[in-house]
């Protein structure tokens, strides 16, 4: 067990390295640099050229990179911004708060929505309620998020003007942007639950629970709800990763200051520091989620604990 955790767990610093020189060499080789931004397209390729050797620019690749991430691993400096000079770490400590609140909020939403779905569906299999919610998830798996977006803020800020569409300044505003991300998940937590609860309700155990004078409801409560749960934890706890990095895209439509927004911005101003820092700090933790979910999955179920690491 501990040999395996260890393995796991250089594997995951690999991945880490792996992923970050990546998004280094992509935003290096990318058109275009921080000082180009900064100085505008009317600024003459002399100034362009002087900003780059004052800022390092112009260092190769490997240098570059090695003395990033010897800064950052070794002395936990994630450096400064190449725009705002304030340090990459207070940005990203000031925006990751928001972005976990946000897809805790969306994840916490899609597991109940996601239940419900599957519970009714189930429990009416071959019902018009049934179809009508079948119908639903697809429907929630094919569109895309950005378009629920603007669906949303369609109806429910333009046309009903109930909910705010930009900031963070009240829990209204975060309604619309935990709901866009929501809805994917929820709509497959709807379908894995409803064919876990199909098959469950089929099983031997459930079977003999019933011949001997279990009443239909006592045994969906406590036999056919606990076994069905499990793999749907499991696909709760790798969301809540997707769902960290999806909102970076939802934060730009709705303008929720999280982390998200922070590194759009700084990909179109290229700021490398900044950029470098968000992914040095989701992908760890997305990865920590992984790992986390195993154990559990392999908490829960005893024949996975050889398996789960």
Not at 24 to 30: H, M, Q, S, V
Not at 88 to 100: A, F, G, K, N, Y
Request: proline share 5%; aromatic share 6%.
């Amino acid at each position: 067990m501990g040999w395996r955790l260890l393995r796991r767990l250089v594997g995951l610093g690999l991945t880490v390295l792996v992923v970050s020189f990546l998004t280094y060499a992509g935003l290096t080789y990318a058109p275009g640099d921080a000082a180009e931004a900064l100085l505008g397209e009317h600024a003459t390729a002399e100034q362009v050229q002087a900003l780059r050797q004052q800022m390092g620019l112009d260092a190769p690749l490997p240098s570059r990179y090695g003395r990033y991430m010897a800064a950052a691993v070794g002395r936990g400096d994630l450096g400064r911004s190449l725009v705002s000079g304030r340090r990459v770490s207070d940005l990203v400590l000031e925006r990751l708060p928001l972005t976990l609140l946000l897809a805790l909020t969306s994840i916490t939403l899609a597991a109940v929505g996601g239940l419900a779905i599957g519970l009714f569906s189930a429990s009416r299999h071959g019902s018009r309620l049934d179809l009508v919610l079948t119908g639903t998830t697809v429907l929630g798996l094919a569109l895309p998020s950005y378009w629920v977006a603007l669906l949303l803020v369609m109806l429910f800020s333009l046309q009903l003007r109930l909910l705010p569409v930009f900031g963070s300044g009240t829990p209204a505003h975060m309604v619309l942007p935990a709901v866009t991300l929501a809805l994917p998940t929820a709509a497959v937590v709807g379908r894995i639950s409803r064919a876990n609860v199909l098959e469950s309700l089929h099983a031997d155990y459930v079977r003999t629970a019933l011949a001997k004078g279990l009443t239909s409801r006592r045994a969906l409560l406590h036999h056919v709800i606990p076994n069905s749960l499990i793999p749907t934890i499991t696909l709760l706890g790798l969301s809540l990763g997707h769902l960290i990095g999806g909102a970076f895209i939802v934060e730009t439509i709705f303008a929720w200051p999280g982390l998200g927004r922070l590194t759009v911005q700084a990909i179109f101003d290229r700021d490398i520091p900044v950029v470098m820092g968000a992914v040095l700090v989701v992908a760890p933790l997305c990865l920590a989620i992984n790992l986390g979910v195993d154990l559990l999955q392999a908490a829960l179920d005893p024949r996975l604990r050889h398996e789960a690491l």
